[in-house]
Structures are given as C-alpha cells and as structure tokens.
C-alpha cells in the first residue's frame, strides 16, 4: 500500500475476497494469519474493554487506538479521551468504526442499533441492511464509497456473532452516554502497526495496540522502539490484551523488549479475575 494513500482500491479489495457469493458472502482471512489490508472486520469486540479502557481512565485524554470493531474508540470516549485517533490494518475497521459512530450519533435507537451489528455481521451486502441508507450518505466518503463497492463481500463477518458478545459490547446506558459525548468521527490511519511510527507527528498519553502481537512476536521490540517517542513521558503504551494464552505463548519477546526498554520505560501485566491480562508500558523518561 501507498503509504501516502488513504483511499481503498476496490479493484484490489474484490479480488481479495475472490468472487461474490450474493447468498453467503465471501470470506478470505486466513485464521490465524496476519490480517490484509482488506481483512473482513469484526462488528463487536471480544475484549473486556470497559476493564481495558479504564485502565488509564483520567491520566490523558489524546488516544492512539486500534481502529478493530470501533469499539476501542468508543470505549476511550465513555472513559473521557476527547482527542482520539485510531489506526488499523484493514480498511474494513475504518467502515465499521464510522458505521457504528454515525449511527449512535444520529439517535438510533439502541435495539435497532443491536440489530444494525447483527446484520452488518450477517449480510453480505452492508449497504442493504436497513437503516444504511440513512447512515452510508454521512459518514466519510471514502468509507461510505468503499462499503456501496463491496455489496456481495462479506466485509464485517470476522469473528463469531454478535450475540455471543452480549456482556462485552456496549450496553444501553453507555450508548445514551455515546450519543451525548461523540462529536465527530475518528481520525483514522490506513497503517500496519509496523509502519505507524511514519504516520505520527504528535506525542499521546495513551497508545493502545490491543489484540495485535499475538500472531506477530517479532514485531513487539521492534515497534514498541518505533512509538517510543510517541508516547509523553509518564504515558502508557497498552501493548497486548488477551488472555494470557496469548501473551504467554509470546512471553519471551515481552521480557526481551522490557530488557531492551528498562532505562526508558517500566513493563508490566495488569490481571484480572476474567481472562483478561494486559501488558502495559509505562514511559518514565
Ligand atoms: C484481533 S482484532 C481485535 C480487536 C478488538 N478485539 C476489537 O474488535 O476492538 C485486532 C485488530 O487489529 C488489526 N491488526 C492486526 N494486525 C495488525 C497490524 N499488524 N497492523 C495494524 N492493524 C492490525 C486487525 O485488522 C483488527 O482490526
């Protein structure tokens, strides 16, 4: 990918997913595998994001999130971040996350808007699903163009459905809270995490690289020393969640990096009763 492009090339999507299949929809993510530019999203998260999120609840307010589901940056927002960019791999995460924003936005209902994921998970032609026509004419262009142009791929079928999610999605009093706070849309970076770093000017309190190295251990060190100044002093880097099946199975990168790290940076893993675990960095220089 063009680093300097942040438009979808439909041509190159369609031929990712092969041909159509206008019944089922089309599915082409190798599982597990490094996700594509194209990798059909999720349309809810798996994480405990409300734990996750809260983590670092007060301690800043500019956020560098994974885009994934778009709940990353929803759940940032109901924590108080007001400045929040996300990046991701896949395009797709970008269409869900603007999807989902403009739709709590507009004041959706929250019934309609469970059933809004349900079918976007579901149907292979996210433009067809009821309430779209409404949403796809205000939300970005380049996201609403890529969404009318993959009818027939099933772009946000990654993961299991919806309903399994039930306790980890947003509920009905932090969508009322949603629709008060979100202002706009999210900043978005079309980026591989290993290239972020090029895409950045700024410095933020918090960089959250969520469910990312689990598949990709040689890219923790190597990343982690390209954010480094990209987090303020006395900032966090999140750098993996999952449970710790995940991040034990990469434990000996983790402790590397926290050797290569430690006159720069503090490293060490929240646990709570659930499966959740993070490793967090804290920047003390
Ligand atoms: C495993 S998913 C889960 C995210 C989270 N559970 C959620 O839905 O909010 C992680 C996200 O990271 C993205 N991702 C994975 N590897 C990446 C990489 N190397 N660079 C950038 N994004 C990546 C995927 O495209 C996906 O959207």
Redesign the pocket.
């Known amino acids: 990918m063009n680093k300097k492009s942040n438009v979808p090339n439909l041509e190159a999507a369609r031929a990712a997913y092969g041909n159509p299949n206008y019944e089922r929809g089309t599915m082409y993510l190798p599982w597990p595998g ?2 594509l530019h194209y ?1 059909h ?2 349309v ?4 405990d ?1 409300r734990h996750t999120t809260g983590l670092t609840r007060d301690m800043g307010r500019k956020v560098l999130t ?7 940056p929803l759940f940032y927002t109901l924590n108080n971040a007001t400045q929040i960019d996300t ?4 395009y797709c ?1 970008r269409a869900i996350m603007d999807i989902k924003t403009q739709a709590i936005k507009s004041g959706m209902p929250y019934e309609e808007y469970v059933q809004l994921l349900k079918d976007l998970h579901f149907k292979p032609s996210a433009s067809q699903v009821s309430g779209m026509s409404e949403i796809l004419p205000i939300i970005p262009a380049h996201s609403a163009k890529f969404v009318r142009g993959m009818d027939g791929y099933r772009i946000f079928g990654n993961g299991l459905s919806p309903e399994h999610y039930k306790k980890e999605m947003i509920s009905g009093d932090e969508y009322s809270a949603l629709q008060k706070k979100l202002t706009g849309h999210f900043n978005f970076i079309w ?4 290239d972020l770093h090029t895409h950045l000017t700024t410095e933020y309190d918090v960089i959250n690289l ?3 190295f689990e598949w ?1 251990p040689g ?1 923790i060190l190597p990343t982690l020393q390209n954010l480094r100044n990209h987090v303020r002093p006395g900032g966090y880097i999140l750098v993996q969640t999952g449970c710790g099946l995940s991040i034990g199975r990469n434990m000996e990168a983790y402790v590397k990096a926290s050797k290569t790290l430690k006159e720069w940076a503090k490293m060490g893993i929240n646990k709570q009763e659930r499966d959740t675990q993070v490793i967090i960095l804290e920047r003390v220089r």
């Open positions: 490094h996700p990798s999203a999720y809810v998260s798996n994480e994001l994974v885009a994934g589901s778009g709940e990353q990046f991701d791999i896949s995460a980026s591989d995490v290993a969520s469910n990312i990709t890219l």
